[in-house]
């Protein structure tokens, strides 16, 4: 194995990942001989497995519980986790640790990729580490409201400041227990896989909004079965993931998540491919 070739997912649970199969597609496109695997971790173990990693690790990819650890890991951050608090992804081999947010941009890029370019109203469920890059991604798409629906609302308070610092008017609320009316374009689920849904919506809104459900296992979700049940749209998680993964190529690749990759069109295709999607992430 040469200089600085490893890399892997973490996370708990991570044996249904599929960033493997994300990431080597896009390798395999762009020639680089690197391995990638996913290893089970749960977040007190963050700090040591990272005492660990030689010169031989590149990078890592954060899922679920980590995304917090990772930001306190990092010494030095982007401006989305700076923005969050939340990492998703780690650069190790290129100066100090550095921490990346590249849920914010994956979720941009998915919803635009299924020909949503400026929803005017979001409703996000759920309110942790994902809840966060989904609101400043929210924003940067155009909308002027979010609504956060959540279980305990005190424990979203953060997110109020975030909200005003990319001007965007927020709302916290309880999840309500009646079928109600949706007034968003585009709703956004960062709930846990597996979780059923809190809420249920009136057939006209699950027509008429957009549904994003970030959780990809097991699919279809609760709630995309009952978009599906109305015919209405609905994104795989697995866009999402997609689309934030190639940003994390293109970090592991030159350290930037600005800069794109070689035949970028050709590594999405491949990404895409290799998890069964089409273009627009459309399940």
């Excluded at 762009?30 to 963050?46: I, K, V």
């Excluded at 700090?47 to 930001?71: H, Q, V, Y």
Aim: hydrophobic share 45%; glycine share 8%.
């Amino acid at each position: 194995m040469l200089m600085s070739d490893r890399l892997a997912v973490l996370g708990s649970p991570i044996a249904h990942s599929q960033s493997p199969a994300l990431h080597y597609a896009a390798y395999t496109v762009l020639g680089r001989a690197w391995s990638y695997e996913r290893r089970e971790l749960r977040e007190h173990e963050l700090s040591r497995f990272l005492e660990t990693c030689d010169s031989s690790w590149r990078g890592l990819s954060l899922t679920m519980p980590l995304k917090n650890a990772a930001f306190a890991a990092s010494v030095v951050h982007d401006d989305d986790a700076e923005l969050t608090g939340a990492v998703n992804t780690l650069r190790l081999n290129n100066g100090p640790v550095a921490g990346f947010n590249t849920d914010v941009g994956g979720i941009m890029r998915a919803v635009r990729a299924a020909g949503t370019s400026a929803p005017q109203s979001v409703m996000i469920l759920g309110g942790g580490a994902t809840a966060t890059s989904a609101v400043v991604a929210a924003a940067r798409l155009g909308a002027s409201h979010v609504e956060v629906s959540v279980r305990t609302p005190e424990r979203a308070k953060r997110l109020v400041p975030l909200a005003a610092s990319v001007d965007v008017d927020i709302e916290i609320m309880k999840f309500r227990s009646q079928p109600s009316t949706l007034d968003a374009d585009l709703v956004i689920s960062t709930l846990p896989g597996g979780v059923g849904s809190p809420e249920q919506y009136a057939p006209e809104s699950r027509r008429q909004a957009l549904l994003l459900d970030v959780a990809y296992s097991p699919w279809p979700s609760e709630l995309a079965r009952a978009w599906n049940a109305e015919q209405g749209r609905v994104i795989n998680g697995l866009a999402m993931l997609a689309h934030q993964a190639l940003l994390q190529v293109r970090i592991f690749d030159s350290g930037s998540p600005h800069t794109p990759l070689p035949g970028e069109d050709r590594v999405i295709a491949a990404m895409l491919k290799a998890v069964n999607l089409p273009a627009d992430g459309m399940a």
